[in-house]
Each structure stands twice: as C-alpha cells, then as structure tokens.
C-alpha cells in the first residue's frame, strides 16, 4: 500500500514523557529465504504499523513505529514493540511534527536473512534538510538499530513523501525510490547498516514536464522477473492525473510510458498496489482513488510487456455486483491492498470505503470491500463488503469511525489465505478477520483496541500499514 493521506491504520505511540513499551521478539535466527515482514527471522510474518501522530517525550505528532510480533498461530498481541526516534539505536530524536511513520515499506534491504522497516518522516527538519526516511534493521532480537537517509542533493526540498522498494537494476541489491511534490529519486543499493548506499539519481523532471509527483508502487509488472515502479500524480500542463511506468532493466529503470486516468480520477489521498489479478504473467496496477467522481474509484491498469495498459478499467459502488450504492463522501479506494484472500490463486483486492454509511442507520462508520480476481481479472462478481453489520465483527457503529481508511491482506497464519487487516482510527480499533475458501470472515475475528494490546496509556492510536 502507498498513500499521502495523513492517517491510516491504527498503531500506538507514547504519551508525553513515557518510554516507549518494548516486549522483546523472541530470539531467532537469520532465515535462507526471508518473507519482506519476518523482522526477527523466526520464520513467521510480523505485522509493522506506522503512526505519524505519535506524541512521543511530550512532543505531539513525533511518530513511531508499532510492530505485533508473529506467531505459529499468527499474530499475537500481547508481543508487541514500539520503536520511536528517541529509542535506543535509531538514529535522530522525536520532535513535534516529523509524522515518523507516515509511510511504512517493508524488506529485507541488506540480504541478510532478516526482514526490515523503512519509515519515513516528512517533517523532519534538521536546519539543513527537510524530510528523511530510516531503515530500521530486522535482527533476532528485532528492530533494535537503524540508519537515517536525507535527499542527496537538495536542502531547499522535501523529501521521501512516498516510498517504495525493490531490485530496480536487476544487481541483486535492493534499491528504493522516494518521492515528494519535486522529485523522484532513485536510490541503489546496497543499504548498509553503517548509513551508506548506492548511487542516486534524479528522474525529475520527466521529459520537461510540469509533474507533481505523489505516490510510488513497485512491483513486477512485465513478465521479465525484474522489479519496476510506477510513479502516480498531477500533470499540472493538461490537469490531469497520470501514471509514469519506469520498467526495471540491467541498467537501471527506464521510463516506458505515460497513462493518462479518467477525467474523473483524483489521486488526492491516493492509494495503489500491484497485483496478477487474472494470473496472465503481468502485474496489474489497482489504483484507489477516494475522492474520485462520486463516492470513489479504483482504476485497475492490466500489465503488459511495456507498463501498465492504458485500457484502464474503473470499479465503483456503480460497477454490477459490487456492495453499496455509489454516494457522495463514501470514500470506495481509500487504501488498497491485494493477496489472495481464498486460496484459489488468484489475488483479491481489499478496498477501504471508510465513510460508508452502516445499513439503515446511516452511520457513516465504515467499511470494507474485497474483489475477487479471476481469470478475468477484478470485477464485482463475487464481491463481499464488511463493516460493523457484518456477522462476527466486534465494535458498535460509531459515526466516522473509519473502519477501512487503510487495509491489508496477508497470510500471517500461513494456511493459504489472507486475513484482512482493517482499521477504524477514530474509534480506536484495529480489526483481523480470518481468510477462508470463501474469503474474509468475521466469524473468529479479533478486535483490538488500545486496552486490548496494553497501551491504554498511549495517544493517537492512528498510523499506517505496510503493504
């Protein structure tokens, strides 16, 4: 999931002057192969939130990092650490405003068999440069160290709004991409422990351009195995909103095209994901657009051997069998996120819809939509909405709750299913429900608050999931 909205998913942070809560992951040992979420290398996906709200040593909106430790039998609440800028071995200190967190990534950067966190800040300011993003290093005994990294050339810009990762030049080193309103910075690996990197290349302007650059995803979009990005946001010559594909090659990534949206597409608090949604070899791009014409869209661009199609398909609450009517302020595309959530191999979508309104009662809690892939790609067949009315999900309605503002599917119970991750930000909840060959289910899902995880001492439980 990529996103510039400024609240997410739900996390936790400390009050003013509180250390931050540690529980110790169990120790462990560095895995061969390494899912891009096992931090401690125990061989089991653990769940990283971001919270740029954080008020951390008494300063407000300081962010941090809020890791749930996985298990043999998933996710396990009462294993948890929070990882600050004031905490032992991470680079910098909590100051109001840096909204660390804001954006989270996840993988294993260093190839050393122990998966990793890179967290942004935005509104870092360190009298010379505005903005960073850390890495924090995956270890046995977890995310205990980190490095800082700062725009390579620019004083006068920000800097890593948006993140994304992956293998770009085919070297067999991670590299990443951040992005901001000015730039688009390519960034080689290797990433060391001790602060260093590749080398760093500007992609922006493109081709002379007027853009503002808003989000990055990665993915492997052609069928050459190697990873590529694609860069969403404004041109502001035509004022419309674009896509630019950079296809990843040997020497380095290469813009390959340029796909315009739908006149009505809004990529303002934007999200996106890539995904093989009907299994043809190519990765599909899902974009979702909350603010998009009325009540939301995701625009679902099919991969080809170039970059994304520009044949680009809209989903809404209009689209036939999707759930729900398509209203004003519903929000349908508030976070995306895509794995297969029934076990039939194609991967599903989940999409936020954070204002949907609740049945009859017109409340405007929440929810969440998943689509189902096929060998026809997404559509809305099959297509299932869950919210507060929805059999076995705890919690009462509560108006704008913003159960859906950002969502996750994946497999931490390892059965071949995803769970889906939702949350409810302004009521406080973060919400699992269980993957079945049917899909998502509320029947043994698991509501957790603040006072549920043991932080009940903690302020703004909001932040942001890693896709």
């Known amino acids: 999931m990529r996103r510039t909205t400024t609240a997410a998913l739900t996390a936790a942070l400390l009050a003013a002057g509180l250390v931050p809560l540690t529980l110790a992951a169990p ?21 990283a939130l971001g919270n740029e709200g954080a008020t951390v040593g008494g300063k407000t909106k ?47 950067l260093n190839k050393d068999g122990y998966a990793d966190v890179l967290a942004n ?17 995956g270890s046995a005994s977890g995310l205990t160290s980190g490095s800082a990294y700062r725009n390579p050339k620019y004083k006068d810009r920000g800097f890593a709004d948006d993140i994304a990762v992956g293998d770009f030049n ?13 730039n688009i910075w390519y960034l080689r690996g290797p990433f060391t422990k001790s602060g260093s990197r590749g080398t760093a290349t500007n992609f922006d302007p493109i081709d002379g351009e007027n853009i503002s650059p808003d989000i990055v995803v990665s993915g492997k979009v052609t069928k050459d195995g190697i990873a590529d990005f694609a860069v969403l946001g404004l041109d502001w010559d035509t004022d419309s909103n674009r896509v630019w ?3 990843g090659g040997s020497g380095g990534p290469t813009k390959t095209k340029k796909v315009s949206l739908p006149a009505s597409a809004s990529l303002m608090e934007a999200s ?39 044949s680009v398909k809209t989903i809404s609450q209009s689209t036939s069998g999707v759930p729900g009517t398509r209203e004003f302020g519903d929000y349908f595309g508030s976070d995306v996120s895509a794995a297969d959530a029934n076990g039939d191999g194609y991967p599903d979508l989940a999409v936020g819809v954070a204002s949907e309104a609740i049945g009859d009662t017109e409340t405007p809690a929440g929810g969440v939509t998943v689509l189902r892939g096929s060998s026809s790609g997404l559509t ?8 507060y009315a929805t059999t076995g999900v705890d919690g009462e309605p509560t108006d704008y709750a913003w159960f859906g503002e950002s969502v996750l599917l994946r497999d931490f119970t390892r059965d071949g299913r995803a769970e889906l991750i939702a949350s409810a930000p302004e009521a406080g909840r973060l919400h699992i429900l269980p993957g079945t060959s049917s899909g998502p289910t509320g029947t043994g899902s698991l509501m957790l608050t603040t006072e549920v995880l043991g932080l009940e001492s903690l302020t703004n439980f909001w932040a942001e999931l890693a896709d």
């Open 121 to 137: 800040a935005p509104g870092e300011n360190d009298g010379d440069y505005n903005g960073t993003f850390t890495v924090l290093w």
């Open 170 to 182: 085919a070297d067999g080193r991670q590299d990443v991409v951040a992005v901001d309103g000015d």
């Open 272 to 310: 996106g994901t890539i995904a093989d949604f009907d299994k043809n070899g190519y990765g599909d791009l899902a974009v979702g657009g909350r603010r998009s014409g009325t009540g939301g869209a995701v625009y679902v661009l099919p991969g080809t051997s170039t970059g994304p199609s520009s």
């Open 27 to 47: 120790a462990a040992h560095a895995a061969t192969t390494v899912a891009k979420d096992d931090f401690n290398g125990d061989g089991y996906r653990d769940l």
């Open 380 to 387: 809305g067949n099959n297509a299932r909405m869950y919210d």
């Open 62 to 108: 300081a962010g941090a990092v809020v890791v749930i430790w996985g298990s043999a039998t998933g996710l396990d609440p009462a294993r948890r650490t929070v990882v600050s800028q004031n905490s032992a071995g991470i680079p910098g200190a909590a100051e109001t405003s840096d909204f660390f967190g804001r954006d989270i990534t996840t993988v294993d």
């Open 245 to 247: 594909f950079y296809k």
